[in-house]
């Protein structure tokens, strides 16, 4: 399949078709020298550069990444032509089972174990209901997350036509949220301005005036409720045909999980099924918003005049999490374990990102590129310790010199 190397925004705010397009875009994202700050001296994420010597660690000043012309001014955009040809080589030699259908089947898995879980909350022990409280909040992050993502960047599919049913089916109808969007501020911002100050810099995710432990730890648990509500303020920037559609599949997805605990699980009071949807749909919220915040903030972020072209963009401002099997299933692994891989080529499904992760990781470590990875939990330590900085302050801007 093609691949897709990103898009880039018009105007912030206006809706989008919600199709990715496949054509690969091998062309840079930026032009001139940038500036900004290096990652966290506590984190073990690599930010050294071809060339560059970092400057110190993060801490409110800006830092300067210094390198030979000759050697930082490689040609970005031969190195961005040389890695897709290599992946595109693997992809091409893939099977459809392995670009499509594994992730395909987990999320039909997914539905399977549906009745499962609404059977085990009728029982009155704790260990059969807290499965079913497992299972459901497991099924209902595989399809909210792992599910939209793969729609959003069209990669359940190589139809378009197919891409936008799926599109709408698991972001409105399973996560009441808008296509439109979703997918802007998803693919076409945060993919087309990763770290970039002001576009794609993650700034989605900061609530300063929360302190560190309620935004951790507690802030999460409302994510089911603020999604719905976030989504329906974003209406009225989308088509009103579009907007009725949302609506319908919002109102569609609530009433039949609703419908399902008080006719299948047995809940007699409407309040004890409403919390039950709120504990399912909470059940990974502070994974959910900490992968969101650990794989970009805190690395290098940039002017939107003074970036780096593609391939410096995304090794420089992306961040691999390990594997973790909870996490794998639920999310995938284009935003755990290959999420570098990912922002390189969004287009890809989790498995084959998964498959072209030892070739990516391979190619930027032998141009002297960044590699970056790191540990939830030292990632967790991380922002604890540094949350002030990181997510209350406005993040400093790396200055790069001789990049371009």
Known sequence: MPLENGDTATQRGQPVN??????????????????????????????????????????????TLVG???????????????L??????????????????????????????????????????AIPFLAGVLTLGVVHHTLTVKGSHLASHNALTESKSWGKVWAIFFIELCSAFTVEQGTYNHVKIHHGYTNVIGLGDSSTWKLPF????????????????????????????V???????????????????????????????????????????????????HVNIF???????????????????????????????????????SLISCHVEHHLFPSLSDNMCLKIKPIVSQYLKQKKLPYNEDTYSSRLRLFLQRYEELMVHAPPITELVGVQ
């Open 18 to 63: 919600g199709e990715v397009s496949g054509t690969p875009r091998l062309r840079g994202m930026g032009d001139p020298p940038l500036r900004d700050t290096a990652a966290p001296a506590s984190s073990r994420t690599e930010v050294m550069a071809a060339g560059w010597e970092p400057g110190p660690a993060l801490g409110g000043e800006d830092v």
């Open 210 to 237: 929360l302190n560190r432990y309620v935004y951790m730890f507690i802030a999460p648990l409302a994510v089911p409720i603020l999604t719905p509500l976030v989504a329906l303020d974003l209406l009225r920037n």
């Open 295 to 333: 794989q970009h903030i805190g690395l290098p972020m940039f002017a939107a005049d003074r970036k780096p072209k593609r391939i410096h963009l995304m090794s420089l401002g992306v961040l691999n999490l390990p594997r973790n099997a909870l996490l794998d299933w639920s999310f995938g692994h």
């Open 84 to 125: 897709s040809e290599l992946v595109q080589k693997v992809v091409k030699s893939s099977s459809w089972w392995e670009r499509h259908g594994v992730d395909i089947s987990i999320l039909a898995g997914s539905f399977l174990l549906l009745p499962a879980g609404f059977l085990c909350l009728r029982s009155a022990q």
């Open 239 to 289: 088509e009103w045909k579009a907007a009725l559609r949302t609506l319908c599949c919002m109102f569609v997805g609530f009433y039949c999980h609703y419908w399902l605990l008080l006719h299948v699980s047995g809940f007699q009071s409407p309040w004890s099924a409403l919390i039950i949807m709120l504990l399912t749909r909470s059940l990974l919220a502070h994974p959910y918003i």
């Open 68 to 82: 030979t012309p000759q050697r930082a001014g490689q040609n970005e955009e031969a190195l961005m032509t040389e």
